[in-house]
């Protein structure tokens, strides 16, 4: 890419930042679309195919995603022969790893299931291919393939509902097949050599793996803070407050693509910042980001009632607090992103399996206590804390690791 055709930072941001904003807001316009058609029993069984299919997703990965986006772009245009490796690399380990979760689940009973499992090969070739995007710098195509696949979401449900088709199975094709495809939309041009294993791969391997054995951790106390909440919240109230509880979880989740969308561009950008000066800098700025997402997201919090009624329905207006307080929470997460980007630099992969341990450990403890007592305002405030212990751990863990790095004579402070 030339200098000409290479994105600024804030440009990049720009551009993943809006194709990430809308692709979610039509996929959470095809999903609420998706459950007002299928009614509650039907959509139920989706959404409990659905999570089986993000778990596989999260297990075929077991952290390789970060680890290969993070190695790939401090090499890339320096090193293109160890950068053409760790692409396929990653992509066959991936493929080994799906293979043997799908040899697994020919052992399950429910046929939907199993139906989802395979499916989930479209979605985890989606991320790889945010990945190898990314970390070449190519943030426009992420934005377009994110877009792709949302709207052919829309489309399809669109059209199964006119014919009314719409069911579980219909639904989780649609979830599962479209992400690929809409993948393959950026793949008109392969941006590695080949697709053979490459006869080094155990060493690259190594090198992927040297990271993302603790992006693991981290991948699956992801994926456990993004649902035990939800679990416990059934276990300790109604039904209805759990559907109440899983829509206000929507719509936050929706308020973070924005932190998500500036850590995306940051953590590729900082991890080529080896100079001190240009990292002292970025420090400079990095809490003005952090307050300005913040204070977006909080400025957002009047329309949450005005939120629910125009996407989940007014049957959910009693998650307007929730909501608001879920909010405070994503943008806490957001105000964290920037600092996080930090150990894309710094050679701290431990703080993701840390970060991700505290989470769920807080969360947990918290919702157990909390849930009980207060019901979903209290399980909402323990997100909050949650996210101001991470943000806490991580604003401490950074500078520690900044000191080790730069300034060896002030270890022992």
Known sequence: MSHQDKPTGLLSIAVLGSGNVIGTLISAIALILFSRFM????????????????????????????????????????????????????????????????????????????????????????????????????????????????????????????????????????????????ALLGWRKIPFSTFALPKTWRKDLRLILSVAKWTAIAAIAATLADNIDTLLVQSFMSSYDTGIWSGAVRIATFASVLGWSVGAVLNVRVAKYHDPVHLNEYLDKAWKLSLFIFCVLALSLPFAALAIRLTIGGAYLTGTLPLQILILAAGLAGATTPYVALFYLFDRPQYYAIAGIIQTVVLVLGDLIFIPQMGLVGAAWVRVVVRIVVLSFTLIYARRAYVWHYRPHDREK
């Open 39 to 182: 009614g509650p029993a039907e959509f139920g069984l989706f959404s409990a195919a659905f999570a089986a299919m993000q778990i596989v997703i999260r297990l075929s990965d077991l952290g390789t995603n970060m680890a290969a986006e993070r190695a790939i772009a401090r090499i890339h245009g320096a090193d293109s022969e160890l950068s053409d490796r760790l692409m396929r690399v990653t992509l066959w380990f991936k493929l080994v790893t799906f293979t043997i979760i799908l040899l697994g689940a020919l052992f399950l009973t429910p046929s939907l299931i199993r139906l989802a499992i395979f499916l989930s090969l479209g979605t985890i070739f989606f991320e790889y291919s945010t990945v190898v995007f990314q970390s070449t710098h190519r943030f426009a195509m992420v934005a377009r393939i994110t877009v792709a696949q949302s709207i052919g979401k829309l489309l399809f449900g669109i059209i199964f509902i006119w014919q009314g088709i719409l069911h579980a199975t219909e639904g989780l094709l649609i979830y599962g097949l479209l992400p690929g495809i809409g």
